[in-house]
């Protein structure tokens, strides 16, 4: 089942899907492999605007909105995870709020190479010490002439090794109560005083990058502060809403495959001189994972179209990542059961997805975080 998408959406996404089974697919183990994309992804993304999906026409850009962008990922990380999440945070975590708080100025100088994919866009709130706790973070912005001086360590940066525009959270006044005093920067990879440190040996999503980044003394011009001095936790908060209806569409994309790579299986295998789909144990397996995903994809759309009207949508935006994350492990996880042993090696593609689909209860706030960011909507 769809999402009741226009015609131009479900144009959208049957291009999407076309690239993600002639492109994605073929190539989603090797990214896996050997660590980082094919760079012909990266140019044909590029030459189907996917780089630029919700970025201003005006700015080169495809000025397509949330639910456009859900349901490109869906079909993106249905075929290779790291793809999708590259896109995502690209489109999402970078592009949003560019696009959301930005002045005219910064959005004509930095769009025009971000929907084209010449530079890759980075979001950068994670420390040693602000995980869950974001308002605990310790990098610092002190004003010194007509500049920005930034000092810290981010961790957890995905896209870190492509980025070429990080988007930047510091504390801008450090007596300032946690969540109150951060401001939100956007600082160029040539900035002197950035470097990207160590790449992430991870369980999952190894074609995406995930970096530390380094801030000694790196300097911005104060015409770099994205959104109002101060303020920038809420453009942090206000952000991840989006990010996270972009994680929840990785995790319908995930469980889809899962189904699908499962469907196929149970078909094909034989056990007791019948395929092993003839099984109620396996039929009810794959009943329940349809049944999962459906409302996942249905969740995820629905906060997708709520933040393109404007609305508020973060107790959405939470429910469609809680539920579709634990629904793409629990799927992942029965996909492996369903394949057995073959299901524990790398012959079949449930492996790799078992192993990426965890992902998806940790970045853009853990599963309890979700929980909580609900909770206080229900309660209030």
């Not at 999708?84 to 708080?101: C, E, I, W």
């Not at 809420?234 to 989006?242: P, R």
């Not at 009207?309 to 429910?319: D, H, L, R, V």
Request: with cysteine.
């Amino acid at each position: 089942m769809d999402f009741a998408l226009d015609q131009e959406l479900t144009l959208v996404r049957d291009m999407a899907r076309d690239f993600a089974e002639k492109e994605l697919f073929p190539r989603a183990a090797k990214h896996d492999r050997q660590e980082h994309l094919d760079p012909e992804v990266y140019a044909k993304l590029a030459e189907l605007g996917l780089w630029g999906l919700t970025a201003p026409e005006e700015c080169g850009g495809s000025g397509l909105g949330n639910l456009a962008l859900a349901t490109v990922l869906i079909e993106l990380n249905r075929g290779c995870a790291s793809t999708g999440v590259t896109v995502s945070v690209h489109n999402s975590l970078v592009g949003a709020p560019l696009k959301r708080f930005g002045s005219k100025e910064q959005q004509q100088t930095w769009f025009p190479r971000l929907a084209t994919g010449e530079i890759l866009g980075a979001y950068c709130l994670t420390e040693p010490n602000a995980g869950s706790d974001a308002a605990a973070l310790r990098t610092t912005a002190k004003l010194v002439g007509g500049d920005y001086v930034l000092d810290g360590t981010k961790l957890f940066v995905t896209n870190g090794t492509e980025a070429g525009l990080f988007i930047v959270y510091a504390r801008t006044d450090p007596s300032a109560a946690k969540a109150n005093g951060i401001s939100a920067f956007l600082v160029p990879r040539d900035t002197k005083g950035l470097r990207v440190g160590k790449k992430e040996k991870k369980t999952g999503i190894r074609g995406s990058s995930t970096t530390e980044v380094v801030f000694e003394g790196a300097r911005v011009p104060a015409a770099n502060l994205l959104g109002e001095k101060n303020r920038g936790f809420q453009v942090a908060m206000d952000t991840l809403d989006g990010g996270r209806i972009g994680i929840a569409a990785q995790a319908v994309g995930i469980g889809q495959a899962c189904l699908e790579a499962s469907a196929k299986y149970a078909k094909e295998r034989q056990q007791f001189g019948r395929p092993i789909g003839d099984f109620q144990a396996i039929q009810w397996k794959l009943a329940d994972m349809s049944t999962q995903i459906e409302a996942s994809r249905l969740l995820t759309l629905s906060a997708a179209w709520l933040r393109d009207q404007n609305e508020p949508c973060g107790q959405q935006a939470a429910q469609a990542k809680l539920f579709a994350s634990k629904t793409a492990n629990f799927c992942a996880d029965e996909a492996v059961q369903i394949h057995g042993g073959a299901g524990y090696t790398d012959e079949f593609p449930v492996e790799r997805l078992f192993r990426d689909a965890r992902i998806t209860e940790i970045y853009e706030g853990a599963t309890d975080i979700q929980r909580i960011v609900i909770a206080r909507k229900v309660l209030a």
